[in-house]
């Protein structure tokens, strides 16, 4: 079974920082790998996606890397702001439609 | 641009009532779901459709049914709730290259 982890389990920078969220994950048979944030008491929102083929991709602030080999991802944000404030969820696919969230990363950004 | 549209948003019931939460999808894609989102468990697949015609069971299947009702909609079914059925339900599908979207989530408790 896919294992995912997330760290660290929160996150407080101020505004400005760069942040750096960490995913790990059991199984390197992946099909794509998803980056997700939630808000509170709101749905799950897609950032990025990486299929297995590439090694990153990247939405304005935003790049996530992938590395198959060693089982990690990471997502960056540059120049991190208060609306960066949210939960960020790790999502693994294998293609089995079943697809393996991590904890998620709660970040705050203070202003 | 709907992307997944759940219903209700918000639903109180009591023990033993039934229910059904409906979700549609604008995408064409072929692959819905559903979930639940419990603190601290996480997000958890209860059901499945991989395509028109088909569902199958996720990690949590008791006490829910499901109708794939066509390729655009896919419903969930409590029978019976009960108070361990309080949860945030969010529907997603799946297709192309876009990974996975999800709904805004229907917030359901049980008295």
């Known amino acids: 079974k896919q294992e995912v982890t997330q760290i660290p389990a929160a996150l407080s920078v101020p505004e400005g920082e760069n942040l750096v969220l960490n995913c790990s994950f059991t199984?390197?048979?992946?099909?794509?790998l998803q980056w997700f944030r939630q808000d509170p008491g709101k749905g799950l929102t897609s950032l990025l996606l990486?299929?297995?083929?590439?090694r990153e991709q990247t939405s304005g602030r935003l790049n996530a890397s992938l590395d198959k080999s060693s089982g990690r991802s990471t997502l960056y944000i540059a120049a991190s702001q208060p609306g960066d404030s949210a939960t960020y969820l790790c999502?693994?696919?294998?293609?089995?439609?079943?697809?393996?969230f991590g904890a998620g990363t709660t970040v705050t950004v203070r202003a | 641009n709907a992307g997944v549209t759940q219903t209700p948003k918000f639903q109180v019931l009591k023990t033993g009532q039934s229910m059904t939460l409906q979700c549609a999808q604008d995408?064409?894609?072929?692959?819905m779901y559903w979930y639940r989102q419990d603190p601290g468990m996480g997000l958890r697949l209860i059901y499945y459709?991989?395509?028109?015609?088909?569902?199958d069971k996720g990690e949590v299947p008791n006490g829910y049914n499901v109708s794939r009702l066509n390729k655009r909609e896919f419903s969930l079914r409590l029978e019976s709730a009960a108070p361990s059925q309080t949860s945030v339900y969010f529907c997603?599908?799946?297709?192309?290259?876009?990974?996975?979207?999800f709904g805004s989530g229907t917030r359901l408790t049980v008295v």
């Open positions: 199984d390197s048979a992946i099909y794509n």
């Open positions: 997603a599908s799946s297709g192309g290259t876009r990974g996975y979207t």
């Open positions: 995408m064409n894609h072929n692959s």
């Open positions: 990486i299929q297995s083929s590439q």
């Open positions: 999502a693994v696919d294998t293609n089995d439609y079943k697809l393996s």
């Open positions: 459709s991989a395509s028109e015609g088909t569902t």
